[in-house]
């Protein structure tokens, strides 16, 4: 139609930004609910019902940039992926397409299920008598299973839909060197982590900042320190490992007045402020949208700001009301 170009682009951002933060099996959420010892199904459906929220103000906010600045479609944008360009591959269907993205979120689901049938008195005894189903359903919702699964069809399918080795090698090494990269950023993580606990930040922190232990200051901290590291450094993944390598003593320390979820949550929204050109994620965008890194400074990095700042009022109205303690 070639108009409301702007109001589409932010439309598809805000509307899958927000799980990049809050909703794993994602690599940043993944690992701060791991550090902070979050189930990981609980950690999807905060994050799910967080985001929603959050995604909300981020529409809206995309409603009146529609409408304060007129970008057009330009004819530079990178058609390659269009499907006159593909019109002659075959495709997968939509459902096996979303089949590598749903398999683990339900694989993971499955533990927190099994683990609330086990408080039932009658589905206890029927796990009871049958502990080696009870045990494969533990099995399958393990991360590492439920995301080598998620991989194991990816691949079957990258076999079954791109017959050209050539074609399979470079997605296989593309999607390697990002995977690598995430690896090294979490083991760097984890490293940075313990030498924190064993350096006694957790102390350091309670004498600095002595009502963190109040709840919503804490929040605060969390929100501000990944907001902070995100700006300097640029990788939204890299600054949520970073603040819950900093956090996790100080949360496993002291006795909170609400789940960490709410923490995970404060982290994962500190993520999304004001991205910038040091972000991998605005060039993607600027450069398959078209627009000029101006553009994208008003529209983009507002646009995650304001999802960032709602998201994080939401998880303070949520530790205070719903602690879930």
Not at 200 to 221: K, T
Not at 275 to 303: C, H, Q
Request: net charge neutral; hydrophobic share 55%.
């Amino acid at each position: 139609t070639k108009r409301n170009y702007l109001l589409y682009v932010l439309s598809i951002i805000v509307g899958a930004t927000m799980a990049h933060s809050l909703v794993p099996p994602t690599p940043g959420p993944l690992m701060v609910a791991g550090a902070l010892e979050i189930d990981v199904a609980l950690m999807m459906q905060a994050g799910i019902v967080v985001g929603v929220l959050a995604a909300s103000s981020g529409y809206l906010f995309a409603l009146w940039a529609n409408r304060r600045w007129t970008i057009p479609l330009r004819d530079e944008v990178d058609r390659s992926d269009s499907p006159e360009a593909r019109a002659g591959e075959v495709a997968p269907s939509l459902w096996l397409s979303l089949t590598p993205i749903v398999l683990p979120v339900v694989l993971l689901s499955l533990g927190t299920i099994l683990a609330q049938a086990g408080r039932a008195e009658g589905l206890a005894n029927w796990l009871t008598e049958h502990a080696q189903v009870a045990a494969f359903i533990k099995t399958l919702s393990d991360k590492h299973v439920a995301l080598g699964l998620a991989a194991v069809v990816a691949m079957w399918m990258l076999h079954r839909y791109a017959p050209d080795p050539l074609d399979r090698t470079r997605v296989i090494q593309e999607a390697i060197s990002g995977a690598g990269g995430i690896v090294l950023i979490t083991a760097a993580g984890g490293a940075f982590g313990e030498v924190l606990r064993q350096c006694g930040i957790a102390a350091a922190l309670q004498q600095r900042f002595p009502l963190a232990q109040s709840g919503p200051l804490l929040l605060a901290v969390a929100f501000f320190l990944t907001a902070v590291v995100r700006v300097a450094q640029g990788s939204a993944t890299v600054a949520m490992i970073t603040a819950v390598g900093i956090l996790s003593p100080l949360v496993k320390q002291i006795e909170l007045p609400f789940h960490p979820v709410y923490v995970a949550l404060a982290i994962g929204c500190g993520s999304k402020p004001l991205p910038w050109m040091n972000d991998s994620g605005f060039w993607v965008i600027t450069r398959m949208s078209g627009m000029t890194e101006g553009e994208s400074l008003k529209t983009f990095s507002i646009a995650l700001t304001v999802m960032g700042i709602c998201g994080f009022l939401v998880t303070l109205a949520g530790a205070s009301l719903l602690p879930l303690r």
